[in-house]
T-cell receptor, first 114, second 114 residues
Framework: AQSVTQLDSQVPVFEEAPVELRCNYSSSVSVYLFWYVQYPNQGLQLLLKYLSGSTLVKGINGFEAEFNKSQTSFHLRKPSVHISDTAEYFC????????????FGKGTRLSVIA | DGGITQSPKYLFRKEGQNVTLSCEQNLNHDAMYWYRQDPGQGLRLIYYSQIVNDFQKGDIAEGYSVSREKKESFPLTVTSAQKNPTAFYLC?????????????FGPGTRLTVT
């Protein structure tokens, strides 16, 4: 079975500063990895995904993440955040067979301060 | 536009009543999922269905029921046996055929039971 740990429940950061949201996973099989963003009272929107290939994955809104198999990590980064990035961010993992449920971390609340 | 619709956005019920949450998708996806979201808990899987007329229990299926009579629809019934039904419910779908593997989410239904 897979599990996901998001190491920080809340991350405050000043506008235009860089940010890293940390995610570690455990699994006995090969996995796919995802980051989603959720704005208040809305569904989840995919930011980026790792399926295979290059370990550095670029997503929407200037976010990127790096898959590190030896560290079993998939940290999300952005070099300069905006007020509009304030949201909840979820890391998720699934078995690499497709159409299997995602296992989510508990989320990281990113608050961007003006 | 293709997507997932959930209705209603907000739902209020009295304790002891069953309530059904609607989820419809026009993405031609095979698999559909129901998740429950509580503050600080991330998303937890209730039920999922990989094909019409078949579904599997997730981690927190007790007190819930589903049906999958049509590919497009996956309604969730919250029964009176669910001890803590107040939560935000999210429906999702995915398709292995597209080779994309990520799940697409609806806007959610916030259920309040008093």
């Amino acid at each position: 079975a897979q599990s996901v740990t998001q190491l920080d429940s809340q991350v405050p950061v000043f506008e235009e500063a860089p940010v890293e949201l940390r995610c570690n996973y455990s699994s006995s099989v090969s996995v796919y990895l995802f980051w989603y963003v959720q704005y208040p009272n809305q569904g989840l929107q995919l930011l980026l995904k790792y399926l295979s290939g290059s370990t550095l994955v670029k997503g929407i809104n200037g976010f990127e993440a790096e898959f590190n198999k030896s560290q079993t990590s998939f940290h999300l980064r952005k070099p300069s955040v905006h007020i509009s990035d304030t949201a909840e961010y979820f890391c998720a993992v699934s078995e690499n067979s497709g159409n299997t449920p995602l296992v989510f971390g508990k989320g990281t609340r990113l608050s961007v301060i003006a | 536009d293709g997507g997932i619709t959930q209705s209603p956005k907000y739902l209020f019920r009295k304790e002891g009543q069953n309530v059904t949450l609607s989820c419809e998708q026009n993405l031609n996806h095979d698999a559909m999922y129901w998740y429950r979201q509580d503050p600080g808990q991330g998303l937890r899987l209730i039920y999922y269905s990989q094909i019409v007329n078949d579904f599997q229990k997730g981690d927190i299926a007790e007190g819930y029921s589903v049906s999958r009579e049509k590919k497009e629809s996956f309604p969730l019934t919250v029964t009176s046996a669910q001890k803590n039904p107040t939560a935000f419910y999210l429906c999702a779908s995915s398709s292995r055929r597209t080779g994309m593997y990520e799940q697409y989410f609806g806007p959610g239904t916030r259920l309040t039971v008093t």
